[in-house]
C-alpha cells in the first residue's frame, strides 16, 4: 500500500513501525484513465452544475486516503430488528463505484467493505451489475487487497453510538490496510469522534487535512443510468430485503416492474399482463426480482 494510507493503521495502531516496501509502492498511485467520463453522469445533474462535482474530487489522483463526512448530506443509519445499515451511504457507496468505473477503472480492482453484513447486501443489490466488484465485511476481506478500497462505516445516530463492531480494531485495521493506492471512508465525524479510538482516526485525518465535507444532498447530484432499471419502490424493496422484512405483495410488485422494464418497448405494466391466466409459482417470481 502506498504512504498515505499506510499512515492509517502506522500511527493508530502500530506506532510507526510500519514501512513501505520501496519507494515506487509508497508514492504509487489511481491513476484515472478518462476523467471526462464522469461527464455522463453529469448530463441530468441535479446538484453539481455549476459547483464542484465531489466525485471528481475524490477521484483526483493526488487523493490517496480521506475520510468523507457524511454528516451534511446527511446519512442517517436506519434499523430492523437487530440489523442495522445506511441507505443513503450505501447509495453513496454506489456512486463512488460508477464514478471509478466510468472513468475507466477496472471493475475487479475495486472493494467495498463494511463491519454491517446488511450494509454489504444493499451495496450487492445496487451494484449487482457489477459483480466482479468485490463486496464483503471486514472479516471476510482480511487476506484479500485491491487497488481501491470504499469503507462504509454505516454509524450515524443522535444517540453518538458507534455499536460494538466498530469499537474492534481489529476489523477495522483489516478494513483500513486493504487498499494499495487509494481509500475513501464513508462515515458520520459526529458519532465517530464519540469514541476515543475513532475520534483519534477522525483527528489524525483533520490534522492530514484528509477529510471531506460532502456537499448536502449528495447522493441526488448525479445521473446514474444504472439506476434507470429501477425505481424508487424497488429500491426500498432492495432495503427491506437486507433486513429480511420485504413483503410478499411488495416482491410481486417488483417483479411487475421489472418485466416492464425488460420488455422494454412492449406495453406490459403489470403481473396480470406478462403472466395471462397461467398460474405460476410464487418461488419463480421471487427469483425475477
Known amino acids: ?34 476523467i ?10 441535479k446538484t453539481c452544475t ?29 434499523r430492523r430488528g437487530d440489523r442495522i445499515n445506511n441507505p443513503v451511504e450505501a447509495e453513496l457507496a454506489f456512486q463512488l463505484v460508477e464514478g471509478l468505473i466510468t472513468t475507466g477503472i477496472d471493475p475487479s480492482s475495486i ?10 447486501k444493499i451495496i450487492q443489490n445496487l451494484l449487482r451489475s457489477r459483480p466482479t466488484v468485490e463486496m464483503h465485511t471486514a472479516d471476510k476481506f482480511q487476506g484479500r487487497d485491491k487497488e481501491v478500497v470504499i469503507i462504509s462505516l454505516v454509524r450515524s445516530n443522535d444517540d453518538q453510538n458507534v455499536g ?36 483519534s482516526f477522525v483527528g489524525l485525518m483533520e490534522r492530514k487535512k ?16 444504472i439506476l434507470q432499471t429501477q425505481s424508487q419502490s424497488q429500491r426500498q ?7 429480511g422484512d420485504a413483503s410478499e ?18 406495453n406490459i405494466t403489470s403481473r396480470a399482463d406478462f403472466l395471462g391466466n397461467r398460474p405460476i409459482l410464487r418461488d419463480v417470481v421471487n427469483e425475477m426480482v
Open 1 to 34: 500500500m502506498c504512504k498515505e494510507i499506510m499512515t492509517l493503521s502506522n500511527e493508530l495502531i502500530y506506532k510507526g513501525m510500519l514501512k513501505c516496501g520501496n519507494e515506487q509502492v509508497a508514492n504509487k498511485k489511481l491513476e484515472i484513465p478518462n
Open 36 to 45: 471526462k467520463g464522469l461527464d455522463r453522469l453529469h448530463s441530468q445533474s
Open 50 to 78: 455549476g459547483s464542484p462535482c465531489w466525485i471528481r474530487d475524490l477521484l483526483s489522483e493526488n487523493v490517496k486516503a480521506c475520510f468523507v463526512n457524511t454528516d451534511t448530506v446527511p446519512a442517517r443509519e436506519e
Open 111 to 120: 472493494g467495498v467493505i463494511s463491519v454491517y453484513r446488511s450494509q454489504i
Open 164 to 199: 460494538e463492531l466498530l469499537r474492534d480494531w481489529r476489523r477495522i485495521n483489516v478494513a483500513f490496510t486493504r487498499a494499495k493506492t487509494k481509500l475513501i471512508i464513508l462515515g458520520s465525524k459526529t458519532t465517530l469522534s464519540t469514541n476515543e479510538l475513532l475520534a
Open 210 to 225: 484528509w477529510v471531506y465535507d460532502l456537499p448536502a444532498e449528495a447522493q441526488a447530484g448525479h445521473f446514474m443510468p
Open 237 to 243: 424493496e432492495s432495503r427491506e430485503g437486507a433486513s
Open 249 to 266: 405483495g411488495a416482491s410481486e410488485v417488483g417483479a411487475a416492474k421489472l418485466v416492464k422494464v425488460i420488455n422494454g418497448k412492449k
